[in-house]
Structure formats: C-alpha cells, structure tokens
C-alpha cells in the first residue's frame, strides 16, 4: 500500500493549520484515513527542536545551524511519523515540509539552494509530497492575522523584509514546480479558501485515481 503526502505551506500567517483541519475533517467524511502532523515538531525529538529553533532567546542561532535543525527534526517525523504512515497507506497532511527549508533557509536567510536541496533529501531519504498547498495573499492580511496571536516567535519576529523574500520564494517555487505546488489565495475567508482547497485537492485525487 502507498499513501498519500499533502503539505501545507507558505509564509507565516496564511492560515495553514485551520485549513489542514478542516480538509482532515472531509477526507474522513469520505472515509479515508488521515494522520495530521506538523513541522517542527511533529514527534517528541522534534517538538524539542522546535523549541529550540523558534525560542527568541537563541538570537545567537546561525543560519547553518537554523538549517540542520529544521532538517534533524524532519528526519525524525519522516522516520517516526510519515513514511510508517504512507506505509500503511494513509493520507498524511502535515503542516509544513521540506518547501519551507528551501524558502526561509534558502531564499530569505540566503544559504545555497543546492546543499539545502542535498541535505532534505538525506533527512527525508527522498520522501517528496505528492501534493503541496501553498497558501498565499495580501501581505497585511497575513501579518494583520500574526499580530492577533501575541507574542512573535523567534522567525515570525524577523523584519518585513525577511518575510518579503519568504513570499518571494514560494512565489518562485510554486513558478517553478506547477504539477505539485498549488497556490491557494489564504486572503478570503476560512469557508471559501477551504472550498479551494478541496478544488485543487479533489482533482489531485481524480487525477491520481485514473492517471
Ligand atoms: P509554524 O509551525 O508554521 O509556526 P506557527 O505554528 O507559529 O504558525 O512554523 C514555525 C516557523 O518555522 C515558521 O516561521 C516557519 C519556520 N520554518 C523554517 O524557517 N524552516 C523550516 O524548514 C520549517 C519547517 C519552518
């Protein structure tokens, strides 16, 4: 049995993990089984580096060790968490992957794409998502969405013009692998992005089933 890999990603604010429940919550109705999970984290070593990573009080954090932290939690959840999952052939949504690496380590903090890309494919030992969701819009909707949660974590609480090249580079990444990566305006409300969601993802599985 194979399962199936959707990821949810995109700059911080876009409403990924409200959107990850709720198609959790249809792919159930039409009986299918679904295992939610999230990076960081995502499993107990992992929620440990999460702390680590997104604790502002490790200011001293370099952009090198940002990244292998990201990567040794994503090892652990691939190794605990998902590839056990897509082995028993469930459906697996999980709140951020490997995109992201590429996009905050890659484009915004400017480490070198080709040893990012070298390094996800050692932790996930080649586990790619099926599908990705890249929820994206209007920059002062999204931010206006993190300033309602309180307290910044440490890369939330970067300047405007790191999350600009966030933006950026899912913009170039969803350019550049358009059968995998899908856009999905966040800037609307939850019920409408969530119909979209379902859109692009209904498809996937037509496509998946006949192709
Ligand atoms: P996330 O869990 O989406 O934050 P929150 O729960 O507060 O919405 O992700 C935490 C932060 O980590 C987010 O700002 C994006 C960042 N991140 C990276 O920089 N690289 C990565 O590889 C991952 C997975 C996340």
């Known amino acids: 049995m194979v399962g199936i890999l959707i990821t949810f990603d995109g700059p911080d604010g876009g409403g990924k993990t409200t959107q990850l429940g709720l198609l959790a919550e249809h792919l159930r109705r039409s009986g299918r089984t679904v295992r939610c999970t999230r990076e960081p984290g ?69 480490l070198a794409r080709e040893d990012l890309v070298a390094i996800n494919r050692f932790a996930t030992g080649g586990v790619v998502p099926d599908l990705t969701i890249l929820l994206d819009g209007d920059a002062a909707t999204l931010g206006g969405r993190l300033a309602g949660r309180g307290d910044a974590d440490r890369i939330e609480g970067e300047a405007a013009a790191f999350h600009a090249e966030v933006r950026r580079g899912f913009r170039e990444l969803a350019a550049a692998e358009p059968e995998r990566v899908r856009a999905v305006a966040a800037d609307r409300g939850v019920d409408e992005v969530h119909r979209a969601v379902v859109a692009v993802v209904e498809e996937f599985l037509r496509r998946r089933a006949y192709g």
Do not use: C, F, W
């Open 42 to 110: 995502g499993t107990a070593l992992g929620d440990k580096i999460r702390d680590l990573l997104l604790d502002p009080a490790n200011a001293e954090m370099a952009a090198r060790t940002e990244a292998l932290l990201y990567m040794a939690a994503r090892a652990q959840h691939v190794a605990e968490v998902i590839a056990p999952a897509l082995a028993r052939g469930e459906v697996v949504l999980s709140d951020r992957y490997a995109d992201s690496t590429l996009v905050y380590q890659g484009a915004a903090r400017r």
